[in-house]
């Protein structure tokens, strides 16, 4: 379980006994509830990670609502969006193995999360993870109720595939930047993850391998 269960979990159930020694028990069973809802909401599952070469992991629980082509700073990238109810685990984990090479905290509005404008508008923390043949980049983004996002990593951190790296509090959504024609989708909207063990999809690594041979040959030259 993430700790911050154990702080709203106690700081509810505190005040029940509280207001049930003061009052009648039936009037603490509201902050008791509230205190069982918080513990659950806070677990922290282990997961089984899949180790094969490529692959991209999902970085959060939920619902796969958008597929698409976009374009970021010029360049098309391929959008996988996962939106996250408060049924979901919000314990984010990384989706390849490699460093990050970058985090970027982009203040915003809280939007409800299945709102397409979410993805530019809303609070957002945009992590950048540098694996040994490709990027990718994922979005915290912040939701309707989601109010504190938290990330633990820092920049040129190791990252393992499917390790714990933060978590967003409440619904809210994760999107997944991928480079075009270097990835085959394993999966479309309307599909359930699981953060850290469904695979999102996998790396061509032999075109990921020649797009940065030619990267390579255009610096030497």
Known sequence: MVRDGYYYGIGFAAAGLVLGWLTRPVW????????????????DPDRSVPLSPGI???PADGKVTDVSEVMIDGASKLRISIFLSVFDVHVNRSPIAGR????????????NAMNAACADCNEQNIVTVQGDQQTVVF????????RRIMFTKKVGDAVAVGERVGL???GSRVD???????TSLAVKVGDRVKGGSSVLGHFNLESASAAISDVEALKVR
Request: no cysteine; charged share 10%.
């Open 100 to 111: 990050v090479s970058n985090v970027k905290y982009q203040a915003g509005k809280f939007l």
């Open 139 to 146: 979005k915290q983004i912040a939701g309707l109720l989601a």
């Open 176 to 182: 997944v930047l991928l480079n075009r024609g270097v």
């Open 56 to 58: 991209i992991v999902s």
């Open 168 to 170: 967003i509090k409440f």
């Open 28 to 43: 603490a069973l509201p902050l008791w509830l509230l205190a069982g809802f918080f513990l659950w909401f806070f677990r």
